[in-house]
């Protein structure tokens, strides 16, 4: 015989009739659908290829109408777009002697960025860029 963690009401199966949660782990399942958990983690996604999953994430309809999935997504898409414009505008107007040197430190920084807004939004902080995040922010 089960209980519902949530409810403490009697459960014939595995999820409660009443409330919807889980009664072995008591976790609540009507949210995980675009919000909670699985929305933090479909906005981690949006960043990980770069504009590429961005845009998939968009196209997939169970998240195209959740807000922090759609922040993410643009802002990623605007943050790849600026970095490759930062890196193509360091590769015509650096001297030959500094372009390594400064190709390499922006590379490391751009990663840098990259992997903690990866990490940020898979742990629900919800990270934004100063500048992309406001243009993000209009976006929706």
Same mark, same amino acid.
């Given at each position: 015989?089960?209980?519902?963690?949530?409810?403490?009401?009697?459960?014939?199966?595995?999820?409660?009739?009443?409330?919807?949660?889980?009664?072995?782990?008591?976790?609540?399942?009507?949210?995980?659908?675009? &919000?909670?958990?699985?929305?933090?983690?479909?906005?981690?996604?949006?960043?990980?290829?770069?504009?590429?999953?961005?845009?998939?994430?968009?196209?997939?309809?169970? $998240?195209?109408?959740?807000? &922090?999935?759609?922040?993410?997504?643009? %802002?990623?898409?605007?943050?790849?777009?600026?970095?490759?414009?930062? $890196?193509?505008?360091?590769?015509?107007?650096?001297?030959?002697?500094?372009?390594?040197?400064? $190709?390499?430190?922006? %590379?490391?920084?751009?990663? &840098?960025?990259?992997?903690?807004?990866?990490?940020? &939004?898979?742990?629900?902080?919800?990270?934004?860029?100063?500048?992309?995040?406001?243009?993000?922010?209009? %976006?929706?």
């Amino acid at each position: 015989m089960h209980y519902c963690l949530e409810c403490r009401e009697e459960a014939v199966g595995p999820i409660c009739h009443r409330c919807g949660a889980n009664t072995i782990t008591g976790a609540n399942s009507t949210l995980t659908g675009a &919000t909670g958990s699985s929305a933090d983690r479909a906005a981690a996604l949006c960043y990980v290829l770069w504009f590429v999953s961005a845009l998939v994430m968009l196209a997939i309809p169970r $998240f195209r109408h959740s807000r &922090t999935v759609k922040f993410h997504a643009y %802002q990623s898409i605007l943050l790849s777009a600026l970095l490759m414009v930062v $890196f193509f505008s360091l590769g015509l107007y650096l001297p030959l002697r500094l372009r390594d040197t400064v $190709f390499w430190a922006f %590379q490391v920084a751009a990663l &840098t960025l990259w992997v903690s807004m990866i990490a940020l &939004t898979w742990m629900g902080k919800n990270p934004s860029v100063p500048w992309v995040g406001g243009l993000a922010e209009k %976006q929706m």
